[in-house]
């Protein structure tokens, strides 16, 4: 059995190349889903800067480009620019958590305001080319706030509408809030995507039970974190030869491809760092692991630390 699995947006992490090799070595994903474009009418994008950015992803990979924004006019711009490109469907993003896009009302900014919410549904939706697909947290500052969104939604063609139980404030700490989840679900008359904290197959199996109706799972921190969840998901193991093989060639794919690309080392370290925030979560040690990369300051002392991580550590997925 085969199920809908979503990649996740992270912003400057699953871009084009990560997307490209993720999908070459693993697969599994259904679609996956791009870091935002900021959707405002004050800066319309060119059609060629699309064109070349999408052109370079791999024709295997089925993407869902996402939209930030809470202008209508903005929005529908980019979303129907979007569709004569070729994309069928677009997603609003209503869940970024980090300040300097909530303090814009944009993202989970958004959510504590229904009415403005309705008004750029009302203005969008039948103007729409592409079909619909919202990305939601349950609020703000308080999980009571995704409550007066339910009827709004639901009362528009929405193909689908991603639900992650957490707050803004919370950005990614704790746990994601099944509690809250369960009281929502039942709610919505739209196909729901459950996001957050999917890093081991058996929850994903554990989410069927309890909602069977449930059209998907999103994955983001996870992809990361066990790169073989996809596999594993859909039913397929591998040996912890062939994993530690695959883990080591989507790092240096990723890895070499930053590296030719960048003229500051500083820079280029920072970013990898940032990644092995994720990857040293993969091994048994990982803390300690992550704790001397992030005191290298040479690259090729990097390259051979991060070799030897490979040689010697035990994955724990």
Known sequence: MSRHLQLAPMQAMTDIVFMNTYHRIFGGFTEMMAPYINATSVSPIKIQNLQKYYSELNKGVTLIPQLLSNDAV???HFANLLYDLGFDKVNWNLGCPFPFVTKK?????????PDKINEI???????LK???????????NNEDEILPLIDIFNSYPVHELIIHPRTALQKYEGEADQIAF??????LNMPVIYNGDIIRK????EMEKLYPETKGYMIGRGAFINPFITNQINGREFSEEEKISKY?????????HYLSRTKNEAGFLSRMKEMWWYFAQSFEKGDSYLFALRTINQIDVFEDTVKRIFDNGKLIY
């Open 74 to 76: 903005g929005f529908l």
């Open 105 to 113: 009302q944009r993202g989970s900014g958004l959510l504590p305001f």
């Open 121 to 127: 549904l009302e203005e969008v939706i039948p103007k």
């Open 130 to 140: 592409p079909k619909l697909s919202i990305k939601v947290r349950l609020g703000l």
């Open 182 to 187: 369960a009281k929502i679900f039942p709610k």
């Open 202 to 205: 058996e929850q994903v199996f």
């Open 248 to 256: 080591k060639e989507m790092y240096f794919t990723l890895h070499n």
